[in-house]
């Protein structure tokens, strides 16, 4: 599908390092990129949940190197890396997918629970910038941060991930200008809803899915292939000149929480 919206292999010889490439949005945009011409490295936690993402890249023509790493463990996240240099020769792009979610009322929520998610999404991506710069600003590379709307508004249950999330959005921010200099750029998506996923599965009751989806402006839940669009975009040179963006990819729904029509 992404084939006939972008140029032929607009990726081609790029190397990208995909956090939570295994499974949901992020394992959709790391094989979105392999079908424009990248080469990807994807990692999660456990090894058996990255097989069948790099089987299916492999079985599409795509090149895909999998290897497990926490990336709340810097040693684990630098090896990692090296391994993928290993393997690939370099990195050129760096997508931070890797994150924890559940719905817990802030009330029941403990400390080591709300810790845990800021640890994966907020520690763990800045572990793996960390721990990419010097090869991206050899290459003059990028970073794609995923990120999420549930901060911009309370929202309900989610305290540990918008406090996470609004961490991720804040080291886009400040990486964009800190390293703008070494000629790296760094962006964020946000994604809504999105129906073709775990969390959602797992989030949302089946009960309020038509309801909420009425909702929304473009009244339709997300698809993973949105995203991929979108991440295709801004690792691609069409997006050369922007940097510490994170954009919104929600068909307008967290601006539409006023709405009561
Ligand atoms: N409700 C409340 N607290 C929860 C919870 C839930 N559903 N799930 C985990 N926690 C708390 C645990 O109770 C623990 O805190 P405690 O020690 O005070 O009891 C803390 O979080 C760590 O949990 P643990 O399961 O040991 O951590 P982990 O590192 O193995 O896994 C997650 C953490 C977030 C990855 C795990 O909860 C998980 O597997 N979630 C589902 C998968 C997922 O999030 N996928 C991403 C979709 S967006």
């Known amino acids: 599908m992404n084939k006939n919206i972008f140029a032929e292999n607009i990726l081609k010889n790029k190397v990208v390092f995909v956090t939570g490439g295994g499974t949901g949005i992020t394992g959709g945009v790391a094989r979105a990129l392999t ?5 990807v490295s994807i ?3 456990k090894q058996e949940n990255l ?5 299916t890249i492999r079985e599409n023509g795509g ?3 999998a290897v497990a790493a926490d990336v709340r463990d810097f040693a684990a996240v630098e090896n990692a890396i090296n391994k993928t240099i290993e ?6 792009i760096v997508v931070n997918g890797a994150a924890g979610n559940f719905l817990c009322e802030a009330k029941e929520l403990s ?3 709300f810790g845990t998610v800021v640890d994966i999404d907020t520690k763990g991506t800045f572990n793996v910038c960390r721990a990419a710069f010097e090869e991206l600003k050899k290459n003059q590379g990028q970073i794609l941060n995923i990120s999420a709307t549930l901060h911009y508004l309370g929202t ?6 918008s406090a996470a999330k609004a961490g991720v959005d804040a080291i886009t921010r400040n990486l964009a200008v800190e390293w703008g200099k070494y000629g790296i750029r760094v962006n964020g998506i946000a994604p809504g809803p999105i129906e073709d996923t775990e969390g959602m599965k797992r989030l949302l009751p089946e009960q309020l899915k038509e309801k909420l989806a009425k909702k929304i402006p473009l009244q339709r839940f997300g698809k993973i292939n949105d995203i991929e669009n979108a991440a295709v975009f801004l690792c691609s040179d069409a997006a050369n000149y922007i940097n510490g963006v994170t954009l919104v990819v929600d068909g307008g729904q967290w601006l539409s929480a006023n709405t009561f029509m």
Do not use: L, W, Y
């Open 87 to 92: 393997q690939f020769g370099k990195i050129d």
């Open 111 to 113: 400390s080591n629970g």
């Open 43 to 45: 990692t999660s936690r």
């Open 35 to 39: 079908e424009m011409g990248a080469k």
């Open 51 to 55: 097989e069948s993402m790099a089987n």
């Open 63 to 65: 090149e895909c190197f």
């Open 156 to 161: 309900p249950m989610q305290i540990h991930v």
